[in-house]
């Protein structure tokens, strides 16, 4: 069952039933866009296992992306001692990210090549290649098969930590028999193979050969090749560097503490230091790179955070541009480059490539691992669609191939994977401090209000004759109007009003005729749906 990750980039989460014991791969967030405003992250629907949360023996995490592991806090509180399964640097991030919500995991540390048993459930890594250290494919053998899962991967001949995908324990999987083959899809319509990460290296060097004051830089907080390119680039120039935000110290603490980092002596300072410091000799490391409006980059651009950006400063925006938040990394360019500051990006430089595999990678895994079925997986529908043409090119057969979405129940019997039902997975929205209570009706109403503002309708009634005793009172937040119009608010009130029954004491029902009357006038004077609301008075 996929509650999430198949018709979005994000909230990747899938779990596996077998003898009555569920298995679950990766927990991840979905990040909000500009029709959902106030929420902080979108969480997988936990409806479908919450009356078995009991039945779930581990959950593996196959890397350490907030997409896969950002849910996790939020189903350990359910139940806090699921076992969490994954490699050294997955763990350690979701270990941090854990003890802020005051939860110690049970951890279970793997490497590439182990094998391991949970329930039912033999599980087997294989190592990936990704734009994060430390990532895992995982088979999961059963009496009713085996599925191959291989999380986030591509194929980097040339990857800065020299830890290539395992293709050869592909085969041989591939060789033992695999039933189901789950594949990343996110780079599925993209030709070809994708590009090294080592090819960066000579565009990030020329941003800081050029650069003539500081370099800022804005990445994921656990990017941790990319920042180490960026380390690499600010020690051959001369630099300092310092990282800014909580998320970007916390992770690439860990990464340094664990050898997945390499930091020369003295490169990295405190960033108040570096106030001290000529600016062509400063770099700063930040959060930001999808347009969040809290992140660092953000509030630099809009002049909120305590570093201020100019003339002569360059931004070097590292990562990945995810579908829905282009809105938001434009508006985020466009402010910054108003202040004067040059923004070097992946559509005018070459100084981001992606971590997922090309359409020429996913077609040599097919061709690799020849599996039964497949179900693409980690996109939104075109991606799915996309992998599943090229599946069904190297001759998986049509009706092996399987493209779900969320919610979806996959049957794998007998060798054969077919849909055979639905289960709820929508979207669960935290807010705040509030998860799951923020609806689609609450966010429709965030929406109207954004756009029409607020009238309120202060209105003094009769008691005997629920006739207006005098000409209501109009206060408006975020509406534009004259007095004129809302003179014919009232005419509409007044009107209204004589048609409810004399004497009606429900207050509610009033003030409910009331609001529809001005929102009915506002609709057809101004094409405008501000929230209207109607506060009654008796006389």
């Known amino acids: ?252 603490g860990i990464a340094r503490d664990l050898g997945y980092l390499t930091i020369p002596r003295g490169l990295v300072v405190d960033a108040k230091k570096l106030e001290q410091m000529p600016d062509e000799k400063v770099t700063l490391v930040c959060t930001g790179s999808q347009g969040e409006p809290l992140a660092a980059l953000s509030r630099m651009a809009n002049g909120e955070h305590q570093i201020e950006v100019g003339d002569g400063d360059t931004v070097l925006l590292a990562s990945s541009l995810i579908p829905g938040n282009e809105n938001a990394i434009y508006g985020v360019i466009n402010k910054l480059t108003d202040r004067g500051v040059r923004v070097v990006h992946k559509g005018n430089a070459k100084v981001h490539v992606s971590g997922h595999a090309s359409a020429g990678e996913l077609v040599y895994c097919y061709n690799i691992v020849r599996p039964r079925n497949v179900m693409p997986v980690h996109g939104e529908a075109k991606h799915l669609r996309a992998n599943a043409d090229l599946a069904i090119r190297t001759g998986v057969p049509a009706e092996g191939t399987v493209v779900a979405r969320d919610g979806d129940v996959i049957d794998l019997v007998d060798g054969r994977a077919r849909l055979a039902g639905h289960v709820p997975a929508e979207l669960v929205y935290v807010d705040g401090e509030t998860i799951g209570r923020a609806t689609e009706g609450v966010l429709a109403e965030r929406r109207q209000l954004k756009d029409g503002g607020v009238v309120t309708v202060l209105a003094i009634l009769d008691p005997e004759t629920n006739a207006l005793a005098e000409p209501p009172e109009y206060l408006t937040r975020g509406f534009v109007s004259d007095g004129r119009l809302l003179k014919g608010a009232t005419a509409e009130i007044t009107t209204a009003l004589a048609r409810t029954a004399p004497g009606t004491d429900d207050i509610g029902k009033l003030e409910s005729v009331i609001a529809g009357a001005v929102a009915r006038h506002l609709g057809r004077a101004l094409r405008r749906e501000p929230v209207v609301i109607a506060v009654v008075v008796d006389a």
């Open 1 to 252: 069952m996929p509650l999430g990750g198949l018709g979005e980039i994000g909230r990747n989460m899938t779990v596996f039933e077998h003898a009555d014991k569920l298995l679950v791969v990766d927990c991840g967030v979905l990040f909000p866009e500009d029709h959902q405003p106030g929420v902080d992250v979108i969480l997988p629907d936990f409806t479908p296992i919450r009356d078995r949360l009991d039945d779930i023996v581990a959950i593996v995490l196959t890397h350490g992306h907030e997409d896969h592991i950002g849910g996790v806090p939020y189903l350990l509180k359910e139940r806090a001692d699921i076992p969490l399964i994954g490699s050294e640097l997955t763990l350690a991030f979701i270990t941090a990210k854990l003890k802020e919500h005051r939860i110690t995991p049970s951890t279970v540390h793997v490497e590439a090549g182990d094998r391991r048993t949970a329930g039912p459930f033999d599980l087997e890594f294989v190592a990936v290649n990704h734009s994060i250290p430390d990532g895992l494919a995982v088979a999961i053998r059963t009496s009713a098969g085996m599925v191959l899962h291989t999380g986030d991967f591509k194929m980097d001949q040339f990857p800065l930590d020299g830890r290539i995908t395992d293709l050869r324990a592909f085969a041989r999987l591939g060789e033992e028999g695999v039933d189901l083959f789950l594949t990343d899809s996110t780079n599925a319509e993209v030709p070809g193979f994708t590009v090294s990460e080592r090819d960066l290296t000579p565009a990030i060097d020329q941003v800081f050969a050029t650069a003539p004051r500081r370099v800022i830089v804005s990445s994921f907080a656990s990017h941790v090749h990319r920042i180490q390119q960026v380390l690499d680039a600010a020690h051959a120039h001369g630099r300092k560097v310092a990282f800014v935000g909580r998320s970007m110290v916390r992770n690439m």
